[in-house]
C-alpha cells in the first residue's frame, strides 16, 4: 500500500543458543521487522521469538555456503546477523556472495581472534599494559615465572572448554606427556575481579554502547546475575582494544583483574554474548544500534545505569 514502509528482513542464525534467543527475544513483535531464525535443532528454543523458523546445515557442513546463499536470495534478506562462533570466519570468507548487509568483522580481524596466541600476541604488541604473561606451552619452561600456579588454555575454542588452573607440578607434567602442547597457552593465574564487556562499532566505526559487567552468577557458563559497573579502566581499555583491532557489530571482550587490580586481556569475541540481556537491563537498545546501522542513520551513544540484573528461564511448548 502506498506510504507504507516496507518491512526489513532480518536472518538471526543459532537462535538455540543463548545469543541467538537473546537477540530475537528483543526483536520481537516489531512492526518494522520480520524476523528469519534459523538453527541446526529443530528444536531450538528461540525459534518461538521468530516470525519463521529453518532448519540449517551446520556451519562446518559443506552444503552450509550454498543453503546460505540460497536463502538470502530467496527471502530477500536485509541483514544477516550470525550469533554462532564457528561460522563467523566461513562468513567473512564469502560475504562479497551474499547480496545483503552481514554484521561480521573483517577475515583479518577474526582470524586474530580465533587464534588465542595470536590474540594474546596482538595485544603485547598493541597494548602491553593490559596483557597478562602468556606462553605457549611448547615454550614453556620451569624457569619461565617463579609462580606456583597458571592458567592453561586451547589456542582455539569457545568457552571454558580446555582450560584449568594447574600447580607447577601438573603443567610441567602435562608438558612433557601431551603430544601437542603448540595448542595450548600457559597465562599467569589472574586471581582478582573478572568483567565482560558488551560492545557495538557501528559500520562507520563509532561506538553505540560499551557496557562492563561483572560476573556475579553463571549457568552452563552463561552469566544469569550480574552487575553492570562504570569502572573507567576497563571502558577505557576496550576503547583502546578496539581502535587497534576494527571490528564490525557486536563484541563481546573479558577482562580479569591482576593481583594488583588492573584489568589484563582475557579474549574478545567479536559476536553477540550469552549475557547481553544483562547490559540491555541496564538501559542500552541493541535492536536501535543494529537497526540504526542497517539504516544509514546516525548511531548515538547509548547510556546506561549500573545495576544488578538476574536471569530466568521460561518455558514453551513446541508441540
Known sequence: MEGETKRK?????????????????????????????????DTASGQIFTDRFLVCPLATDGSYKNWTKDIVRSEKIDLLIPTVGEEL???????????TSVMVSSVETLQTLDDKLMAYNFVADNLPQYCPEFVSLSQWTESWTESESFFIKPRRGRGSRGCRIVSFGELAWIKENISNPEDYIVMENLIGTEWTVDAYVANNGSIAYLVPRERLALSGGISVKGRTIKNEEVID????LLSKLPSKGPVCVQWKADSTGKPKFIEMNPRLS???MISVGAGIDPVGAILSDL?????VYQDWKEVTVVGHTDYNFLR
Open 89 to 99: 570466519l566461513i562468513l567473512a570468507r564469502f560475504i562479497d556472495e551474499l547480496p
Open 274 to 276: 550469552g549475557g547481553l
Open 9 to 41: 528482513k532480518i536472518l538471526i542464525t543459532g537462535v538455540g543458543g543463548p545469543a541467538g534467543i537473546n537477540i530475537s527475544r528483543l526483536f520481537k513483535d516489531r512492526e518494522d521487522v520480520e524476523v528469519l531464525g534459523c538453527d541446526s535443532d
Open 295 to 299: 539504516n544509514k542513520e546516525a548511531v
Open 237 to 240: 581499555a576496550t576503547k583502546l
